[in-house]
């Protein structure tokens, strides 16, 4: 015998809802208020890409320079030619030691929103792990904007403006620091 009593329903009675209507319904409206909050999601990550995307790119002129190199004369320059055909692995190169950098000057006070690291493709992924991007306006006092913890072939991270005239790409331990492009916006 069931604990629930059973109760029989006839099409007459008024006061019970009608079950067959109810559920689809509100499954549909389930749906639709998921279908709404994917949209709206995704309309928001476009319109933060769309404004991260019409900022100027950063670094394509800037002067910058490495905390060490293995490759005499190689310890600075200005610019990054992405466009050019069979670029290498990698721009630059640390020796070992602890806390390895690269800085860019970025030629007074600019606003960054957007940093995209391209790690050496041919190796040692895990160098850079972990990365801190930093900005700061007077090469003292450091402010980190990002980090990423986990070994990667490509990194794009999107953080509230945060304005310096110096972008910083640092490995917090010792290691040899090495990457095959860097953008920021």
């Known amino acids: 015998m069931s604990r629930y009593p059973i109760v029989p329903v006839t099409a007459s009675d008024a006061t019970l809802p009608d079950a067959p209507r109810t559920a689809p319904a509100l499954v549909d409206r389930a749906w639709q208020a998921l279908v709404f909050v994917v949209i709206a999601a995704m309309l928001t990550l476009a319109l933060r890409e769309a404004r991260v995307v019409a900022r100027p790119e950063l670094l394509r002129h800037a002067a ?76 003292a006092r450091w402010l980190q904007v990002a980090r990423r913890d986990e070994a990667f072939d490509t990194w794009s991270a999107v953080f509230p403006e945060a304005r310096g005239r110096y972008l910083r790409l640092r490995v917090p331990r010792e290691t040899q620091l090495q990457l095959g492009w860097v953008e920021a916006r």
């Open 64 to 139: 910058w320079r490495v905390s060490s190199t293995t490759i005499p004369g190689a310890g600075a320059g200005r610019g990054l030619d992405r466009t050019s055909e069979g670029l290498p692995n990698h721009f630059f190169q640390t020796t070992i030691e602890p806390s390895p950098w690269i800085e860019f000057d970025l030629g007074g006070l600019r606003g960054v929103t957007f940093v995209h690291v391209q790690n050496r493709l041919d190796c040692c992924r895990d160098w850079p792990v972990p990365l801190v991007v930093e900005l700061s306006d007077d090469r």
